[in-house]
């Protein structure tokens, strides 16, 4: 009877525990449809992009139909003053993938943050939310934004200030063994050797009017215990509003930016090459610019452009560009109830490669 009774309060006793925190529970589903007609570049049609898709338009036209992987369900828990937390998880590939989970402690003069979520290198502001067969919100990135999306880290924050230790990117183009061409080889513990954390901060100022931010990060690993490659960028940022209108733009420059976690959609994406003996650093340069117009409660228009270029120390791999530009029209239903049309081109502008022009519609409901 004794051991019932305790088991009994102990019951009572983490029940009361849970029911102190304060859970607010969210979820959003979100499913695009819409067309996409890709046609490949040449050397001979490389800048010819509208005049292509005139003379082809339809050739390859494609619909498609899937749930956003920014369809999530998740909640911000507050235990205490001090203490908080949150979980979210989205959807890849049919599969459940974790976004967030993390806690986070206010001692006073600063927030630690431990867990999965947003590292300092974020800075992006584009909605653009095309399809690319994966059904991921693009938001211009790679096309001249800075972001190191969600890791695993250790995060210190005084006031608009955060600095980061995240596990650090070990990944490079590597000559393949036929020796025909390059492959992104996944960085191992066999291979490659980290001794030191790839380092991530960002100073952001917020005002009346917005925001501004400026960002960084390193990151260092040795490759077949003989070449360094080192990653290091920079990066500028601002959203300004001016009532009903808006504008975002944002600037990145770095060497081996793919291997900050942050790759690009230029040729190589960013990363450097190891031909075995020596390794060919890969200087990437970039920035998106946006408008944004709220019409009324029920529509708000954007347009932006995205612009990267790469280019590597030597070789027949001097450099790369590519761009990508859209505008859509957020029509908002009814609360939490909204349906986004856009249409916009993602140009990779290099031989062997695709220009996509699309249009469609992304639908959610937010619960």
Not at 220 to 227: K, Y
Request: some cysteine.
């Amino acid at each position: 009877m004794k051991k019932i009774i305790v088991a009994i309060a102990a019951l009572a006793l983490m029940a009361s525990s849970a029911y102190a925190a304060e859970w607010n529970f969210y979820g959003e589903a979100m499913v695009y449809t819409g067309w996409v007609d890709s046609d490949p570049v040449d050397d001979s049609t490389v800048g010819e992009t509208i005049g292509n898709f005139i003379d082809d338009f339809g050739d390859d036209l494609q619909y498609d139909e899937g749930l956003y992987t920014i369809a999530k369900i998740g909640a911000y828990v507050k235990v205490s003053d001090e203490l908080s937390g949150r979980f979210e998880y989205q959807v890849k590939d049919g599969d459940v993938v974790l976004e967030h989970l993390y806690g986070a402690w206010n001692f006073g003069s600063g927030i630690l943050t431990v867990g999965h979520t947003d590292t300092p290198i974020n800075v992006a502001y584009s909605e653009q939310l095309t399809s690319n067969g994966t059904y991921e919100d693009l938001g211009l990135g790679g096309f001249g934004d800075f972001d190191n999306g969600q890791n695993a880290e250790i995060m210190l924050t005084f006031g608009g200030f955060s600095i980061a230790v995240i596990n650090p990117e070990r990944s490079a183009w590597t000559w393949n063994t036929d020796e025909t061409s390059y492959e992104v080889e996944d960085g191992d513990y066999t291979n490659t050797q980290a001794v030191i954390p790839m380092i991530a901060a960002c100073y952001k100022a917020t005002f009346d009017m917005g925001e501004a931010q400026i960002a960084g990060g390193y990151n260092t690993f040795e490759i077949d215990d003989s070449e360094d490659i080192d990653a290091y960028g920079v990066a500028l940022g601002a959203q300004l509003n001016f009532g009903a209108l808006g504008m975002f733009v944002t600037g990145v420059w770095g060497q081996n930016i793919a291997n900050l976690g942050t790759e690009t959609a230029s040729q190589y994406t960013g990363y450097a090459i190891y031909d075995g003996v020596d390794v060919n650093d890969c200087e990437s340069m970039g920035g998106t610019i946006g408008v944004t117009y709220a019409v009324n409660d029920m529509l708000a228009l954007e347009a932006g452009y995205g612009y990267i270029h790469g280019e590597f120390d030597e070789g027949d791999l001097s450099s790369s560009i590519a761009q990508s530009y859209y505008l859509q029209a957020a029509i908002t239903l009814a609360p939490g109830v909204t349906v986004t049309p856009e249409v916009g081109m993602v140009d990779h502008r290099e031989a062997g490669t695709t220009e996509d022009l699309y249009f469609g519609a992304a639908w959610a409901i937010a619960f």
